[in-house]
């Protein structure tokens, strides 16, 4: 570390970290990008449920709400070949698409994305902060929908929920 970089020795074990396999964390380890993309978004409901129940850390709850519902959508897009992960890298362009493989309708994606534009700007760039009641309709509206996708791909038995 020096006065011009802090944290440096840090950033640097970070970046070795990101440079080779290491452990990965269970029900990941499997083959296939729509798999690992349902996966993952089992992983994040795992994980905000969590800070949930112990009625803290609402602004990761929301995050990770998006996160997850972006994830079972993109399980779905490319489980059903509309697209590679790849071609996901942000949420409108998942949400275009689950609007094109029918996870949802145009309104609802016009929804979901005036919704992450607003939250995300009043939280990240201004004063707003996130509520326990946002949290957890969030969560429950990525709970559902991670519940659906996968029936409506006939994949439900690789959630790991």
Not at 13 to 39: C, I, K, N, Y
Not at 77 to 94: F, I, K, P, Q, Y
Not at 149 to 155: D, W
């Amino acid at each position: 570390m020096n006065d011009e970089d802090p944290c440096s020795d840090e950033l640097s074990a970070a970046v070795a970290a990101f440079s080779r396999r290491g452990t990965v964390e269970p029900g990941l380890d499997v083959d296939g990008e729509a798999l690992l993309q349902l996966r993952k978004a089992c992983r994040i409901l795992d994980g905000i449920r969590a800070l949930r129940d112990i009625d803290r850390h609402h602004t990761l709850v929301v995050e990770g709400s998006f996160a997850a519902l972006e994830r079972t959508v993109q399980f779905y897009v490319v489980d059903r070949g509309l697209a590679e992960t790849a071609d996901l890298t942000n949420h409108e362009d998942t949400f275009e698409y689950g609007v094109q493989a029918g996870v949802f309708s145009e309104a609802t994606k016009d929804e979901l994305v005036a919704l992450w534009q607003n939250y995300r700007n009043g939280t990240y760039y201004q004063q707003e902060r996130a509520t326990a009641e946002q949290a957890e309709a969030m969560l429950a509206y990525a709970e559902c929908m991670h519940d659906h996708v996968p029936k409506l791909a006939g994949r439900a038995h690789d959630c790991i929920c």
